[in-house]
């Protein structure tokens, strides 16, 4: 969430600035809810003048004796203060409906984001690696995981509905071994602390990361409870330190998390229908981090590095672009997109986003921090570190054979079981 008083005192700013993203917003109710509550900040302190003022001539009244002078004052002064009490509950008031105006309204870009409306408008800034080339034409990665039956689309259809995924033997095996690997290298040479949270999460929680309200019908909700499926680990995991302060010695913190996540993909039908790229269940490593103003977007750069350097150990090309403003998600303020090459379609597809949330989640979250007597918004980032699945995907797809066989990364064989290639030998 933004600072409301920023907000209040810089709106043509904040206009432009969201307008840089596409956003249409009528600013009309908030900008009379805003004056609203100078007025009744004004009347307050108003009345509460004459109290004081009361409150001094009623001591002085009762000094000379005038008990019926005294008596009328009071009287007088008990209604002021009844007055106070009326609007500083519409005042609460005011302020409440100002936050739920507030929670639709996205986060304002960095000043370092490029213009732009969508995806054709993001701009690539590095590359890495090579695209493998085939002497056969490369095959897309369902039609692999068919072939070599560790991937069964059919049956996980039969079994829950579109969108679900069964893996089968080396697929299944492959799957865990990645989640292994990468959490293996991001806390043990990368400094994060493990942690396993719940995979469902409250209206809180998922209000202090910006998926509610706004992105209700992108949630599963749990029936007759207070909990949504998690729709990634970055929601349990910022609300680790909701209605918190964390002392500034103990910052940045650095979390990873391995969970399932759950989407239901609402406005993408249509879209990726074939194989696993967009599922409504799939896992994923999560990067979350909480730091300090100043340092967030060292730690940007960082967390990036970080995220890239799985798809570096595993030899898979990738590209990372800087999200325009049109493209970016609500919460972020600036984001990076990794981008692997898929062979078998012909086209990068992002695997990880890394995002700086400055203090908008923080703020919304209550998430704070104590420099000696100074409190203040931490800074919130995650990234994923990788979406497994989606790695699943860049494996089949880039260390395919001729043969129909796929191998294995020689950084994940040992997490394999000493496996080098599934459907071959080895």
């Not at 249409?24 to 009379?32: E, K, Q, T, W, Y």
């Not at 009844?82 to 870009?109: C, F, H, Q, W, Y």
């Not at 400094?191 to 910006?210: M, Q, R, V």
């Not at 692997?340 to 921090?369: H, K, M, T």
Request: aromatic residues 8%; hydrophobic residues 40%; negative net charge.
């Amino acid at each position: 969430m933004l600072d409301w008083k920023f907000v209040e005192n810089n709106l043509d700013e904040v206009k432009t600035r969201l307008s840089g993203r596409g956003f249409s917003f009528d600013f009309a109710p908030l900008v009379r809810l805003f004056e609203r509550r100078r007025e009744l900040i004004a009347q307050a302190e108003s009345l509460e003048r004459q109290r004081n003022e009361g409150s001094r001539e009623a001591a002085e009244m009762k000094r000379r004796g005038d008990e019926g002078g005294f008596a009328a004052l009071s009287a007088r002064m008990k209604e002021v203060s009844e007055k106070v009490k009326t609007l500083n509950a519409e005042r609460a008031d005011t302020e409440s409906r100002i936050r739920g105006e507030m929670l639709g309204i996205p986060n304002l870009p960095h000043g370092s984001v490029p213009p732009g409306a969508g995806e054709s408008e993001n701009i690539e800034v590095s590359q890495w690696g090579e695209k493998p080339e085939f002497g056969f034409a490369p095959l897309r990665h369902d039609e692999i995981g068919a072939a070599l039956g560790v991937l069964d689309l059919e049956r996980a259809a039969k079994i829950t509905g579109s969108r679900f995924s069964l893996y089968l033997g080396a697929g299944a095996l492959l799957e865990r071994a990645l989640a292994n690997f990468m959490l293996d290298v991001h806390t043990r040479e990368n400094g994060y602390t493990e942690t396993l949270p719940p995979f469902a999460a409250n209206t809180a929680s998922l209000t202090g990361t910006g998926n509610l309200p706004k992105f209700e019908e992108d949630l599963f909700k749990l029936k007759d409870t207070d909990y949504y499926l998690i729709p990634t680990a970055e929601v349990p995991v910022t609300n680790i330190h909701r209605d918190e302060v964390i002392p500034a010695a103990d910052l940045p913190l650095k979390y990873a998390a391995y969970t399932p996540c759950f989407r239901k993909e609402a406005g993408s039908y249509g879209k990726d229908t074939k194989g696993i790229i967009r599922q409504h269940q799939f896992n994923k490593v999560e990067l979350v981090k909480f730091a300090r103003p100043e340092e967030s977007y060292a730690e940007l750069d960082s967390l990036l590095k970080d995220a890239c350097g799985i798809l570096e150990r595993l030899g898979i090309h990738h590209r990372v672009v800087t999200l325009c403003a049109g493209d970016m998600g609500f919460s972020a303020a600036k984001t990076f997109d990794i981008e692997v090459w898929l062979p078998g379609e012909g086209a990068y597809r992002e695997i990880s986003s890394c995002s700086n949330f400055e203090d908008f989640q923080a703020r919304r979250a209550q998430i704070r921090f104590k420099d000696g007597k100074k409190t203040a918004f931490a800074h919130t980032l995650n990234g994923s570190g990788l979406a497994i699945g989606r790695t699943v995907v860049a494996i089949l797809e880039n260390f395919q054979r001729e043969d129909g066989s796929v191998e294995v990364p020689g950084a994940l064989v040992p997490y394999m079981g000493g496996v080098e290639s599934i459907g071959g030998v080895g």
